[in-house]
């Protein structure tokens, strides 16, 4: 048998596959070579390496090849699979630690409504001119065409510097602000300027008596439809407050289902546990207007994230590949700016941005920018890109599992 | 609880019995046979997968192709098979499929996310050089890739090595040298370098 060259013998030293007679040969050319020496330090750090690079397969799989093999019950249908957590109570303190801080963002966002916006029912009680002279007023002409709501009128000087006007037809070439200005000569009507809609059918603006004002202030349109008890109308609202005060009272709750990214490349085998997942990327809000096209609210989804991570098992480092499907709860808002009109009439911008806890995992929160969609009635569709994020711990340490991709909602005004 | 008890005391039997004992329990009722598989799943599993996901470079076909070599595996001790080397017989089948796998879909399988490591135990420069690992490992030819992973990961011996892949003793010695050499080549500024910090 021909003797192995140093090199040689090196390596299979290393792997315990040298044979006795041929360990001194190696021992005194180490001896004697550096580089040699050199060489098996190398070839060690290598091997520690190596050895330190230790995969194990995912948790489930050995229930998978059980069912395979039918020794054991598939695996249920429906399964959201979730990462071990310390304690129940402190899965319930996250959980409620997600809807706290949704109820949180709603509430502050609740509280910045001008308590001066009057809506029809104030105006219908003669509360329209409380606090008059304090900046933006707003009154409800909805009910004037149904003369439900006395007409104010020149000699009662009143100051509305808003008007929202309820069109069933056609909205209103002008709307006539009525305006007091002191002792100045009343009875005077000014076609505002930044309004270009269609001519008003017949609106009943004859019997209101109105002052001209000398700075007609910019009028911003509202829409929306609702399910009324007389069927399906479109509300079209002109006011001249801030774009993000005004219209709050009657914009209509609404229910928000989307779909959000999968978090699985199309060149990627679908994981078991999002094939067995029911709902694997959906989610549910129960929304609530808070400002003009702004809605918050509490939101609900179940989301797979994929996870690569590197942790410790054992002592000893251990590659992680997982894509659970994780439930979270959360606070939601939403901004669809109905006074754009892209293209189509109810084709608008809109984003959304949700925060929340993912049960038994950690913090997530996801950004959706893109267009809505919203035909006469009281469906609204969506669609746009979605950028999520997941922080989770594993072992003491955090990572994060990012995701992106198209999504799309479904939202329904009530 | 006494049921628990129990379970785990049959579990730590099947771990004191033999392979091959084992694997002749498969044909026998389902609670035997599922005992028995779990056992060797317990002992193989982490190798196999490794070995499939060194060789093919996806964690998901890896888990795939795991998968499928126990449910041979099962199947083949259903059939009363007698096998005298358990470890290579198992690291054969998934051989098998992994060379299977690899010749339906010939592309390039290592993805670099795969790679992508962020435990903040490991050392940072214990991961930089798991990451040229890796990298220098795609530069093997694949005879020399296959014998290097089942030598370093497996922990195969040169025999079962020789046994796994059908080669004499001889082959597997030099693909084994020839790759070892090889990666200490291209690894070895880095290594130098690694030495003269620490």
Not at chain 1, 149 to 161: L, N, S
Not at chain 1, 257 to 279: E, H, K, T
Not at chain 2, 140 to 161: C, K, M
Request: net charge negative; with cysteine; hydrophobic share 40%.
């Amino acid at each position: 048998m021909t003797p192995l060259n140093p090199d040689e013998a090196l390596y299979a030293f290393v792997d315990g596959e040298l044979e006795l007679g041929d360990e001194q040969r190696l021992f005194d050319a180490l001896a004697s070579h550096p580089e040699l020496r050199t060489e098996m330090k190398d070839v060690l750090a290598i091997r520690n390496a190596v050895h330190r690079d230790v995969l194990f397969p995912p948790a489930s799989a050995e229930t998978e090849i059980l069912a395979a093999t039918g020794l054991v019950a598939p695996v249920g249908v429906g399964a959201v699979a979730v990462a071990a957590s310390p304690t129940l109570l402190s899965r319930f303190l996250h959980t409620g630690g997600g809807i706290l801080a949704g109820v949180i963002i709603a509430y502050f966002l609740f509280n910045t409504e001008d308590s001066s916006i009057v809506n029809g029912s104030d105006t219908k009680s003669g509360n329209a001119q409380a606090g008059l002279g304090q900046g933006a007023q707003s009154t409800q002409l909805s009910d004037v065409q149904t003369g439900a709501t006395p007409p104010p009128v020149a000699a009662a000087p009143v100051r509305v510097e808003t008007l929202y006007v309820r069109v069933k037809d056609k909205a209103p070439k002008s709307v006539t602000s009525i305006a007091d200005n002191g002792n100045e000569a009343a009875n005077a009507e000014q076609t505002n300027p930044n309004i270009t809609n269609a001519a008003p059918n017949g609106g009943d603006f004859s019997g209101i008596a109105s002052l001209r004002i000398t700075t007609a202030p910019s009028l911003y349109m509202s829409s929306s439809s609702s399910l009324a008890p007389g069927g399906l109308f479109r509300d079209t609202r002109w006011s001249e407050a801030s774009p993000l005060m005004a219209g709050v009272v009657d914009a209509p709750y609404s229910i928000r289902m989307r779909s959000l990214p999968s978090s699985v490349g199309s060149d990627r085998r679908i994981p078991q546990s999002v094939n067995d997942a029911v709902l694997a990327n959906a989610a549910v809000a129960f929304l609530y207007p808070v400002m003009h096209d702004v809605r918050v609210g509490a939101e609900v989804g179940f989301e797979a994230y994929h996870q690569v991570f590197t942790t410790l098992r054992d002592g000893r480092p251990v590659e992680v590949d997982q894509t659970p499907v994780l439930a979270w709860f959360g606070g939601t808002a939403e901004w669809a700016p109905s006074e754009f009109d892209l293209l189509l009439t109810g084709l608008r911008p809109f984003a959304s941005l949700t925060g929340g806890y993912a049960l038994a995992q950690g913090p997530m929160g996801n950004i959706v920018v893109g267009l809505q969609y919203q035909p006469l009635g009281p469906l609204r569709m969506s669609a746009g890109y979605s950028y999520g994020m997941l922080g989770f711990r594993d072992t003491g340490n955090w990572f994060v599992s990012k995701k992106y991709g198209f999504t799309y909602a479904l939202s329904v005004d009530l | 609880m006494h049921t628990g008890i129990m379970q785990r005391q049959r579990a730590k039997d099947s771990d004191e019995v033999s392979d091959v004992d084992l694997y002749a329990r498969l044909p026998l009722e389902d609670a035997v046979a599922q005992e028995a598989l779990s056992a060797l799943y317990r002992r193989y599993s982490q190798r196999i997968y490794t070995y499939c996901r060194k060789i093919l470079g996806d964690n998901h076909i890896a888990e795939d192709l795991l998968q499928e070599t126990f449910i041979k595996l099962f199947d083949s001790g259903k059939q009363g098979r007698i096998i005298e080397n358990f470890p290579a017989y198992l690291m054969t089948i998934a051989r098998n499929l992994c060379l299977s796998y690899r010749a339906r879909n010939k592309r390039a399988y290592v993805q670099v996310e795969d790679f992508h490591l962020t435990a903040r135990d490991v050392p940072y420069e214990h991961k930089e050089l798991l990451h040229l690992i890796h990298a220098s490992l795609e530069l093997l030819p694949e005879d020399y890739r296959e014998a290097f992973v089942l030598r370093e990961y497996n922990g195969l011996t040169y025999n079962e090595i020789s046994e796994v892949i059908g080669e004499s003793l001889d082959v597997v010695k030099v693909r084994i040298f020839r790759a070892k050499k090889k990666l200490r080549d291209i690894l070895a500024p880095y290594l130098s370098d690694l030495n003269d910090n620490s």
